[in-house]
C-alpha cells in the first residue's frame, strides 16, 4: 500500500527552465509534507516543507505547493541549475513534529546545459 | 559542525549473520530515526528513538531492533540476516517537535 506516490521515475529538464516534481498521497492524516534531494553515496538532504493549513510555501529558487482537496502537492524549482540534478524524494507525516515520515519512490531529476 | 555520523559506509555479511549499524546524531538532537532504502524505492521507516525510549516502529520483523544510549547516539542490530535484507540504511536525527528530519550518508549492507 503506496501512501506516497511519485509517478514520474525520471525528468529531463533544460538549465534555465522550471522543474515541476509531482507527488501523491492517499492517506487523508498526512498533515506535513517535506520534500528532499538525494545525491549518489549521500543521505538525503531536506529541502523545503509545507504545512497543511498553508496552500504555498517558498524558499529561494523552490516553492512548494499543496492540494489537499486532490491529495497532491508539488515541488517547483526556477531557474533549474544543473547542481538541481539528483533523486528528489515526496515525504510526509501525520502530525507537525512526527519523525515518522512517509515516502514516495523518488523521481531522478536530470538538469541538460 | 559535524552532522549525523553513521558506521561502518559498507560492509557485507552472509545469510543468517547479525549486523550492527551505529549513527551519531547532530549534536543537541535527541531523537533518531532509521530507514531502509532498497533499490529504487523511497526510505522505509524502521523505528524512531527519542530519550532512549522506542517512540515508533515501522512494519519491520522482530528481527530488526535498536537502542539508544545517553549521549543520544543508536544502533540498529538485524539478526539471521536474509538476502532481502540488502540495503542502504539510513538514520536521521531531529529536534524533537519538528519533522525536518538530518540524514547521514547510510550504510550500506550487502547480504550474500
Known amino acids: 500500500d503506496q501512501q506516497v506516490k511519485q509517478n514520474s521515475p525520471s525528468l529531463s529538464v533544460q538549465e534555465g527552465r522550471i522543474s515541476i516534481l509531482n507527488c501523491d498521497y492517499t492517506?487523508?492524516?498526512?498533515?506535513?509534507f517535506l520534500w528532499y534531494k538525494k545525491y549518489p553515496a549521500e543521505g538525503p538532504t531536506f529541502l523545503i516543507s509545507?504545512?497543511?493549513?498553508?496552500d504555498k510555501n517558498e524558499d529561494g529558487r523552490f516553492t512548494v505547493f499543496l492540494n489537499k482537496s486532490a491529495k497532491h502537492l508539488s515541488l517547483h524549482i526556477v531557474p533549474s541549475q544543473p547542481g538541481d540534478s539528483a533523486v528528489y524524494f515526496c515525504?510526509?507525516?501525520?502530525?507537525?513534529?512526527?519523525?515518522?515520515?512517509?515516502f514516495g519512490q523518488g523521481t531522478r531529476l536530470t538538469i541538460n546545459p | 559542525d559535524a552532522g549525523v555520523t553513521q558506521s561502518p559506509t559498507h560492509l557485507i555479511k552472509t545469510r543468517g549473520q547479525q549486523v550492527t549499524l551505529r549513527c551519531s546524531p547532530i549534536?543537541?538532537?535527541?531523537?533518531v530515526s532509521w530507514y531502509q532504502q532498497v533499490l529504487g524505492q523511497g526510505p522505509q521507516f524502521i523505528f524512531q528513538y527519542y530519550e532512549k525510549e522506542e517512540r515508533g516502529r515501522g512494519n519491520f520483523p522482530d528481527r530488526f531492533s535498536a537502542r539508544q544510549f545517553p549521549n543520544y547516539s543508536s544502533e540498529l542490530n538485524v539478526n539471521a540476516l536474509l538476502l532481502g535484507d540488502s540495503a542502504l540504511y539510513l538514520c536521521?536525527?531531529?529536534?524533537?517537535?519538528?519533522?525536518?528530519?538530518?540524514f547521514g550518508q547510510g550504510t550500506r549492507l550487502t547480504v550474500v
Open positions: 536521521a536525527s531531529s529536534t524533537q517537535g519538528i519533522s525536518e528530519a538530518f
Open positions: 549534536s543537541g538532537h535527541k531523537s
Open positions: 492517506n487523508s492524516m498526512f498533515d506535513y
Open positions: 515525504a510526509a507525516s501525520d502530525a507537525w513534529g512526527a519523525q515518522k515520515l512517509v
Open positions: 509545507i504545512s497543511s493549513i498553508k
